[in-house]
């Protein structure tokens, strides 16, 4: 277009629109001749006049100065107090809400910054600063957690701001929209949310604004209701997460219209609500009748929100609906709600019951309190889920055959649908990193955790022995879960100030080393062994394995006790892993002073009677004088807790030294029943399997064993030994082999491969390889007897006389059914049932082998070796 | 401050470009400044007199008695773009930070919680009024001071040292225009 057309196009444009509209197309068709281009481009500026009425006529200024001042991230990068604002997590009436990194403490955290009106009012300060306290005290997994209420001032003034836990997920809004919760899952959820409101209102403190916008939903499925005692301070909008950028339901000025004063406690109806249409009814819809009456507000308020809460969960509508939110009001103080059975949806009777009482208008004839509710919601649950138990669990392996049915539940509504994250079945706990002090609780961290997430069905937690195998390595993560066979790595630190504790842990996935989740604690020393099972819970519910509700009570049950009582426990498990002679007499004496203190405490009771086995094992203690003590301690952990696995172990344990070899049993699968991730339960059942002749199946409770412990040398060990003597030899030695590439110094491995080869008849290859456990292992009797065996087997008679002699002046102890194998290869058959006799009368613990110690096979074809036999019960 | 201030818009309408490049970030300051400080004050129904930060700018960074009617319009002009700047980069930023580091047209309806006038992509608005500045510098200006800087027909007429009439006419045609842009 030349500068004479576009001259031409203005000037008709202007003498155009002094025209009438309707006389503007003549006009142009006449005064724009053949000039095509600008005939169309005069008509499409007269377009975009005629629809322009309005179009840039009020500034853009309001716009600008909201974002000149603070709207929408400002403050995205600056620094308040020790806290740096990294993101805008969403916005509301209340103020903007920041994603933080709290650079003391490194953690991060949400921030919310109070809009500038509110400080400005001195009272309204102060009664909010009073709330926020008092909500702050409340210490719950459902309640969000306040760290601080600070206040700074910066150029642009005073600021005060809320630094509470970050919490991920989404709110129940947005689940809500997304689709209809199942009856499971909205139960699940309103479980949570009472049991927030049972914590509160026993402290005393009402939410007063409970609504689907203040229940945020964990991808774990932790639930957490937000802003405690400040809710009703500001309007209806609380965004602490991520995810939850705004509230559609009022607009942010209109929904404090509802407030019309700051520290106005009751909502009055304003009359502009009547104008807005019922999409629109944010807060008023939760609203108790006391609260649209302007009443004094109790728990009871909270009770009947979270009815109306749990009854758009169920039936995808709220209860009292209308088209403005006067009539909506009308309704909440009259109207009865909708049956929920009308929908098509099966809702157990019960539940139906329990919403409708929630959502009586009179709140005397309310539940009092969230206690009372939670108590009605848990029964019912737990009704549920004995009826749906045996279809749930149809997914789970073998080994689930096992579970308890208490341990049924949960995982079922926390198991992610199609395209959910990918399970983590398999995790090893690392041990937590403390030092000093701090270093047993640290231990003592990992362990609990080890036990706790072992309880979690379908989930394979490495067992401790392996897992300390990694105390303070520098290995690569990568290469740690590759030897370990696991998909997760879970670890962290312990740190302690006087009597506080400062935790971290996170989870790592193996495959690219991502951190899938992470959560610093900081409590009193004293919340230690609550603090255990809530990290347990919350990473099991990570490992999408959850831990039921059942069973994270047992679990608190177990690790509470008096909490000195359980710093001993803790003291006594980490000498207790220090394996050595005094490690063991030191776990002794505090498990001893642990049980005294807290005579009631099964955990103490069980580590005690395992403390004894250990001592006896280790040659430490005379059996007969350890065993005895080893039962009664399991006893009394079993009459305080039934179902304590590690008291069952000792049970078992002690059922296989009585050779009760069918109670043995028994309780080795109970013991793994109650935690099936228990490697020495397998270890020990093997033993059993072998030593009665089943050895297919030993060999496979071996493995099992072994894959749940894999690097600890007693892990390892497991199936050569066992292989050795289901007569597997090539196996044996196979395994052994790999056994010494964790630690060729193991004299263990050794003298099984020595064993396996002597059964074979390689006699000379077999003295070697004793040779060389008696090099490690200085010269402990069993060697030397074995070792002469080979010797007696090779023609070497005159080796094995000298060390028959020996053996017999040393004054050592000798086991006499171990000494008969020596005497039974040198061919004194009548000296080696005389032996035998003395083994069976002394009660000699080695006597479990006889049947199946090829050691035994000259003295098998004699009647008394089939009487002694049958006289340990194990005669086929 | 406001001695220095004064100075550098009276060499500014002298002609010395290089005044305004130190005038701009001081302006630009006290503008972010005032206006938190008036949202503070504002409560929670923010209707803000624009003009109002603007005349507070003006009488805290500007020794008045020394000016004439003139640089106060010039004054204002400045403002005018400085707001027009600082609402895109704030706009551009808030997109970058939704759409992961991607700058993406989307309509500022879309883009709440900032509420403008209906249907203003502000990025495209820049653009276009970007586009007509080449053209005709004196629409684009037209449209800066009344839509970015809140200046009546009267005040720009003033800034400009244009009359009423041309200013009426002109923005007449700027506006059709851009919105024939926007829309098309």
Redesign the interface.
């Known amino acids: 277009m030349t500068p004479e057309q576009?001259e031409q196009v203005?000037r008709l444009?202007?003498t155009a629109?002094a025209l009438q509209p309707s006389e503007r197309r003549a006009f142009l068709a006449e005064a724009c001749g053949a000039d095509e281009a600008v005939c169309r481009a005069v008509e499409?500026?007269?377009?975009?006049?005629e629809?322009?009425e309005?179009?840039?006529?009020?500034?853009?200024?309001?716009?600008?100065?909201?974002?000149?001042?603070?709207?929408?991230?400002?403050m995205?990068g600056e620094r308040l107090s020790h806290y740096h604002l990294l993101?805008?997590l969403g916005?509301g009436?209340m103020g903007e809400v920041y994603l933080a990194r709290d650079e003391r403490l490194e953690r991060q955290v949400a921030i919310k910054l109070l809009?500038?009106?509110f400080?400005?009012d001195a009272e309204w300060t102060r009664r909010f600063e009073r709330e926020a306290r008092t909500a702050s005290a409340l210490n719950h997994p459902n309640i969000i957690t306040i760290y601080e209420i600070g206040e700074t001032v910066t150029?642009?003034?005073e600021l005060r701001f809320i630094v509470a836990e970050f919490i991920e997920g989404r709110t129940l809004r947005e689940r809500m929209k997304e689709s209809r919760l199942d009856c499971a899952a909205a139960l699940e959820v309103a479980v949570q949310v009472a049991g927030a409101l049972k914590a509160a209102h026993s402290a005393g403190i009402v939410h007063r604004d409970i609504k689907p916008e203040n229940v945020m939903l964990r991808p774990d499925g932790l639930v957490k209701v937000l802003d405690f005692g400040i809710a009703k301070l500001g309007t209806g909008n609380r965004e602490w997460g991520v995810g939850s950028r705004?509230n559609t339901l009022l607009p942010?000025?209109d929904s404090?219209?509802l407030f019309p004063t700051p520290h106005s406690p009751l909502p009055t109806p304003h009359p502009s609500l009547s104008t807005l249409p019922g999409t629109v009814m944010g807060t008023i819809s939760y609203m108790s009748p006391e609260q649209a009456r302007g009443e004094e507000v109790d728990a009871r308020t909270d009770i009947f929100s979270f009815g109306a809460m749990l009854y758009e969960m169920l039936a995808g509508r709220l209860p009292f609906e209308g088209a403005s939110a006067s009539a909506v009001i009308a309704r909440i103080l009259k109207a009865e709600p909708a049956p929920l059975a009308e929908g098509a949806r099966e809702i157990p009777r019960e539940l139906e019951r329990i919403v409708n009482r929630a959502l009586r208008k009179d709140r005397d004839e309310r539940y009092a309190n969230g206690a009372e509710l939670l108590a009605d919601l848990q029964t019912l649950k737990r009704g549920m889920e004995k009826k749906t138990g045996s279809r749930k669990w149809q997914w789970l392996g073998a080994s689930a055959a096992f579970i308890l049915l208490t341990l049924a539940g949960a995982a079922y509504f926390f198991r992610p649908g199609p395209g959910g994250e990918t399970a983590i079945n398999s995790v090893a706990v690392l041990p937590f990193a403390g030092s000093g002090e701090a270093e047993y609780l640290a231990d003592g961290v990992t362990e609990s955790l080890i036990n706790s997430l072992s309880q979690s069905p379908g989930l394979k937690v490495i067992a401790r022995g392996s897992s300390f195998k990694y105390k303070n390595s520098q290995a690569d993560p990568r290469e740690i879960a590759k030897a370990l066979d696991v998909e997760a790595l879970l670890t962290g630190s312990v740190r302690q100030n006087g009597d506080r504790l400062a935790i971290n842990i996170e989870l790592i996935n193996a495959r690219d080393l991502k951190r899938v989740w992470g959560e610093q604690y900081e409590r009193q020393a004293a919340e230690l062994p609550l603090l255990q099972t809530e990290m347990a819970a919350q990473a099991a519910r990570q490992l999408r394995a959850p831990l039921t509700a059942a069973a994270e009570r047992q679990l608190a049950k177990r690790q509470a006790g008096n909490q000195a009582a359980y710093e001993l426990v803790l003291r006594g498990r980490f000498f207790r892993g220090k394996g050595t002679t005094e490690g063991r007499r030191k776990a002794l004496e505090c498990l001893q002073q642990a049980v005294a203190i807290d005579p009631n405490y099964a955990l103490a009771w069980a580590d005690l009677s395992n403390v004894w086995h250990n001592l006896a094992n280790a040659g430490e203690l005379d059996p007969q004088q350890a065993l005895p003590r080893a039962l009664d301690a399991a006893e009394r952990a079993l009459r305080l807790d039934a179902d304590l696995p590690e008291a069952r172990y000792s049970l078992a344990y002690y059922k296989l030294y009585r050779w009760e070899w069918a109670a043995a049993a028994r309780e080795f699968q109970r013991a793994f029943e109650l935690n099936p991730n228990m490697a020495r339960a397998y270890f020990g059942y093997a033993y059993l399997l072998v030593v009665t002749g089943r050895a297919e199946a030993a060999i496979a409770a071996a493995l099992r064993a072994r894959e749940l412990d894999p690097v600890s040398l007693s892990g390892a060990i497991g199936v050569g030994e066992v292989s050795y003597y289901a007569h597997q030899y090539d196996r044996a030695i196979t395994s052994c082999r790999r056994t010494l590439e964790l630690d060729q110094e193991y004299s263990g491995a050794h003298f099984y491969i020595g064993l396996s080869l002597a059964a074979q008849g390689r006699y000379q290859e077999a003295i070697a390889a004793y040779q060389q456990a008696v090099k490690l292992a200085g010269n402990p009797p069993y060697l030397q007897i074995y070792l002469g065996a080979a010797y007696a087997k090779s023609g070497a008679r005159a080796k094995a006389e000298a060390i028959r002699r020996r053996l017999q002046t040393s004054g050592e102890y000798v086991s006499p059914a171990e000494f008969a194998i020596l005497l039974a290869a040198m061919g004194e058959k009548e000296a080696a049932f005389q032996s035998l006799s003395r083994a069976y009368a002394a009660h000699d613990f080695q006597l479990q082998y006889l049947k199946v110690d090829p050691g035994f096979d000259p003295l098998r074809s004699d009647p008394r070796f089939q009487d002694l036999l049958r006289k340990i019960g194990l005669a086929p | 401050m406001a001695g220095e201030i004064t100075q550098l818009l009276l060499q500014w309408s002298g002609g010395d470009a290089g005044a305004l490049d130190r005038l701009t970030p001081l302006v630009y300051d006290e503008?972010?400044?005032l206006?938190?400080?008036?949202?503070?004050?504002?409560?929670?129904?923010?209707?803000?007199q624009?003009?109002a930060?603007v005349h507070e700018a003006w009488l805290r960074l500007v020794n008045y008695q020394q000016m004439e009617w003139q640089s106060r319009a010039q004054f204002y002009g400045l403002a005018a773009t400085l707001?027009r700047n600082?609402?895109v980069d704030?706009?551009r930023r808030?997109q970058r930070?939704k759409r992961g580091g991607e700058v993406e047209r989307v309509s500022l309806t879309g883009a709440?919680?900032?509420?403008?006038?209906p249907?203003?992509d502000?990025l495209a608005l820049d653009e276009a009024l970007r586009r007509l500045a080449e053209?005709k510098p004196q629409h684009s200006r037209i449209?800066e001071l009344?839509?970015?800087?809140?200046l009546t027909i009267e005040e720009t007429a003033a800034a400009l040292g244009i009359s009423h009439a041309t200013v009426e006419?002109d923005w007449?045609?700027a506006?059709?225009?851009?919105?024939?842009e926007l829309?098309?």
């Open positions: 576009e203005e444009f202007h629109i499409r500026l007269l377009g975009g006049h629809r322009a309005g179009f840039l006529d009020a500034p853009v200024w309001e716009a600008a100065a909201t974002i000149a001042a603070e709207s929408d991230g400002a995205i993101s805008l916005r009436g809009p500038a009106e400080i400005a150029e642009a003034g705004k942010a000025s404090y219209s | 503008l972010r400044k206006a938190r400080r008036y949202l503070r004050r504002q409560g929670p129904h923010r209707t803000l624009p003009t930060i707001i600082l609402l704030d706009t808030r930070r709440e919680p900032l509420v403008l006038r249907e203003v502000l053209r449209v009344r839509f970015f800087g809140g006419r007449k045609l506006r059709a225009w851009l919105y024939v829309a098309g």
